[in-house]
């Protein structure tokens, strides 16, 4: 079992940055691949970025590739979403997931029901 506890979250104007970590527990970390996702009032929570297990592959969702960055510290069990050039649509609940299972696709890391484990999540809310 893993548990996830995210933080970093906060008030920031747009521009501006945050950057997020997700804190893992166990000794298995290095096991599962990690995502970002991202929930906003009254809409479905979507992938924001996604990490392999060693680090060698990252997943951006369009709307952050270029301004967010992912990275994970195996030796520390956690991964970070750096967040930059802020907008105000960023603004959201941010989860983290941890998943067992492999990319083959492309496509299979920016679906939320791979994931077996969730954080509580962090707000994120950036003004305009």
């Known amino acids: 079992q893993v548990q996830l506890v995210e933080s970093g979250g906060g008030l920031v104007q747009a521009g501006g940055s945050l950057r997020l970590s997700c804190a893992a527990s166990?000794?298995?970390?290095?096991?599962?691949?990690m995502g970002w996702f991202r929930q906003a009032p009254g809409k479905e929570r979507e992938f924001v970025a996604a990490i392999s297990r060693n680090g060698g592959s990252l997943y951006y969702a369009d709307s952050v590739k270029g301004r967010f960055t992912i990275s994970r510290d195996n030796s520390k069990n956690t991964v970070y979403l750096q967040m930059n050039s802020l907008k105000a649509e960023d603004t959201a609940v941010y989860y983290c997931?941890?998943?067992?299972?492999?990319?083959?696709?492309?496509?299979?890391?920016?679906?939320?029901?791979?994931?077996?484990?969730w954080g509580r999540g962090t707000q994120v809310t950036v003004s305009s």
């Open positions: 166990g000794r298995t970390f290095s096991s599962y691949a």
């Open positions: 997931g941890a998943t067992r299972g492999t990319d083959y696709s492309g496509s299979y890391y920016r679906r939320s029901k791979e994931y077996e484990y």
